[in-house]
């Protein structure tokens, strides 16, 4: 299992001449992640999250600071061709900008490269040519199951295929970007026939981004041991979900317009290099679960190919923002509750010789606990809406507009600094 590796960029000992960044809950030296940003309308470019500021690359390329790499690539207005260098080299230019950022000698060359992260706008950080949403949170998957399915929450292929389908790869957007309360057919259970309007059950979906580095050529599988080589980094994503059109529509075939009209992602990829000391051990399946067919199973893996980060969702009314209210926490668990691996995923996304692409991006799925304070979805928190949660100045079944849904993510592991991913949160405008 080609896992990444821990190196002197991940040393607890290590500090940054930018004091911000020393004990920084989201970015210190050890994180680094990358991204797209621009100020005051000047054209995007990439840059690395360094404490409460960017490092402006391309000037930093311009400057002759990172002489020997790609400079090509380090100049473009997307992250696409980064993703696509080999790993090696990815690891390289990691271990250029630790250095920048930690040797009090580079200090004045690099200072002046340095943006104040308010001042910057961020973008998508790559053109996503495809888009799949899995759905290995196998307690998401029996909690819905259960409100649907009492006598049988888990259908019978779950525990044998990493299940999945392909979203809308050009309505993903950068945390941020309101997301407009999306309007669709529904049929409530008594009515004869089916009604046009505004979604009356918009969702969250908490869930983990995987980019895709290295692809693979059509035709060509992608074996398990080889898998974390062609993921380049990893995001927060909200798929959000219209229940009500689900509903209606999802018989017989999958999502569509409950799913394809926005989901959300932060804005920063934190690089499967910087993940390297936060794998983990993959929780052992419940005794009488299926072993997975043999393209899916590797010791190596399920030694050491699961992540380890705490995940949280906050909800903040508009009435709470103006007055100041602190956002309300609606639920908090580990990304362990993942059924099946970032491995295992991409190895099946690839198994029928399907090619993935520098750039693509999957989805996890809902990541949720086996308790309500787990919950990844207002679907589960609140029992399909039967019971409202509580929120200062009123209560919520599903999310309403005004409101602002922010997820986050800390990657933790004993002996090492904590990093983050940064924002992922959007407010909920009304339909149209």
């Given at each position: 299992?080609?896992?990444p590796?821990?190196?002197?960029?991940?040393?607890?000992?290590?500090?940054?001449?930018?004091?911000?960044?020393?004990?920084?809950?989201?970015?210190?030296?050890?994180?680094?992640?990358?991204?797209?940003?621009?100020?005051?309308?000047?054209?995007?470019?990439?840059?690395?999250a360094?404490?409460?500021?960017?490092?402006?690359?391309?000037?930093?390329?311009?400057?002759?600071?990172?002489?020997?790499?790609?400079?090509?690539?380090?100049?473009?207005?997307?992250?696409?061709?980064?993703?696509?260098?080999?790993?090696?080299k990815?690891?390289?230019l990691?271990?250029?900008?630790?250095?920048?950022?930690?040797?009090?000698?580079?200090?004045?060359?690099?200072?002046?490269?340095?943006?104040?992260?308010?001042?910057?706008?961020?973008?998508?950080?790559?053109?996503?040519?495809?888009?799949?949403?899995?759905?290995?949170?196998?307690?998401?998957?029996?909690?819905?199951?259960?409100?649907?399915?009492?006598?049988?929450?888990?259908?019978?292929?779950?525990?044998?295929?990493?299940?999945?389908?392909?979203?809308?790869?050009?309505?993903?957007?950068?945390?941020?970007t309101?997301?407009?309360?999306?309007?669709?057919?529904?049929?409530?259970?008594?009515?004869?026939?089916?009604?046009?309007?505004?979604?009356?059950?918009?969702?969250?979906?908490?869930?983990?981004?995987?980019?895709?580095?290295?692809?693979?050529?059509?035709?060509?599988?992608?074996?398990?041991?080889?898998?974390?080589?062609?993921?380049?980094?990893?995001?927060?994503?909200?798929?959000?979900?219209?229940?009500?059109?689900?509903?209606?529509?999802?018989?017989?075939?999958?999502?569509?317009?409950?799913?394809?009209?926005?989901?959300?992602i932060?804005?920063?990829?934190?690089?499967?290099?910087?993940?390297?000391?936060?794998?983990?051990?993959?929780?052992?399946?419940?005794e009488?679960?299926?072993k997975?067919?043999?393209?899916?199973?590797?010791?190596?893996?399920?030694?050491?190919?699961?992540?380890?980060?705490?995940?949280?969702?906050?909800?903040?009314s508009?009435?709470?923002?103006?007055?100041?209210?602190?956002?309300?926490?609606?639920?908090?668990?580990?990304?362990?509750?993942?059924?099946?691996?970032?491995?295992?995923?991409?190895?099946?996304?690839?198994?029928?010789?399907?090619?993935?692409?520098?750039?693509?991006?999957?989805?996890?799925?809902?990541?949720?606990?086996?308790?309500?304070?787990?919950?990844?979805?207002?679907l589960?928190?609140?029992?399909?809406?039967?019971?409202?949660?509580?929120?200062?100045?009123?209560?919520?079944?599903?999310?309403?507009?005004?409101?602002?849904?922010?997820?986050?993510?800390?990657?933790?592991?004993?002996?090492?600094?904590?990093?983050?991913?940064?924002?992922?949160?959007?407010?909920?405008?009304p339909?149209?």
């Open positions: 299992m080609s896992r590796v821990i190196d002197h960029t991940h040393s607890v000992d290590l500090k940054s001449w930018v004091e911000s960044a020393n004990g920084h809950k989201d970015f210190p030296i050890q994180n680094l992640p990358l991204g797209i940003f621009s100020v005051r309308g000047d054209a995007p470019r990439i840059g690395v360094i404490g409460d500021y960017v490092l402006d690359v391309k000037a930093a390329a311009a400057a002759g600071l990172l002489a020997g790499h790609d400079l090509e690539v380090l100049s473009a207005d997307t992250l696409n061709a980064y993703m696509d260098m080999a790993p090696a990815r690891l390289a990691r271990h250029r900008f630790s250095a920048l950022l930690s040797h009090e000698a580079m200090a004045e060359q690099v200072s002046p490269l340095l943006v104040p992260s308010s001042d910057c706008t961020m973008h998508l950080p790559a053109r996503i040519g495809d888009y799949t949403d899995f759905y290995v949170g196998i307690h998401h998957a029996m909690n819905v199951g259960a409100l649907f399915r009492p006598d049988n929450p888990l259908l019978p292929n779950y525990k044998h295929v990493p299940i999945g389908y392909h979203g809308r790869a050009s309505s993903i957007r950068v945390s941020g309101p997301v407009v309360r999306p309007k669709g057919q529904t049929k409530a259970p008594t009515a004869d026939a089916p009604t046009f309007g505004p979604c009356k059950r918009l969702d969250y979906e908490l869930e983990i981004g995987v980019w895709i580095g290295q692809g693979n050529a059509l035709g060509e599988p992608i074996d398990i041991d080889d898998a974390l080589n062609h993921v380049a980094g990893f995001c927060l994503l909200n798929d959000w979900s219209a229940r009500d059109l689900q509903a209606w529509e999802y018989q017989p075939l999958g999502p569509f317009q409950a799913k394809n009209f926005m989901s959300t932060s804005p920063w990829v934190v690089t499967i290099e910087a993940m390297a000391p936060y794998f983990t051990a993959q929780k052992p399946r419940p009488g679960d299926p997975p067919l043999p393209y899916l199973w590797s010791d190596a893996d399920q030694s050491g190919g699961a992540l380890s980060m705490e995940l949280k969702v906050h909800i903040a508009e009435e709470m923002r103006k007055a100041g209210t602190p956002a309300v926490q609606l639920s908090e668990g580990p990304s362990t509750n993942m059924y099946w691996t970032v491995a295992q995923i991409v190895t099946h996304h690839a198994s029928n010789g399907c090619n993935l692409n520098a750039g693509d991006l999957l989805g996890s799925g809902t990541i949720s606990a086996p308790e309500r304070s787990g919950y990844g979805s207002l589960e928190i609140t029992r399909g809406g039967a019971e409202p949660v509580e929120i200062p100045g009123g209560t919520r079944a599903f999310a309403e507009d005004g409101d602002l849904i922010a997820l986050s993510a800390t990657a933790k592991a004993e002996g090492y600094v904590p990093i983050g991913f940064g924002p992922c949160e959007a407010v909920i405008l339909a149209r």
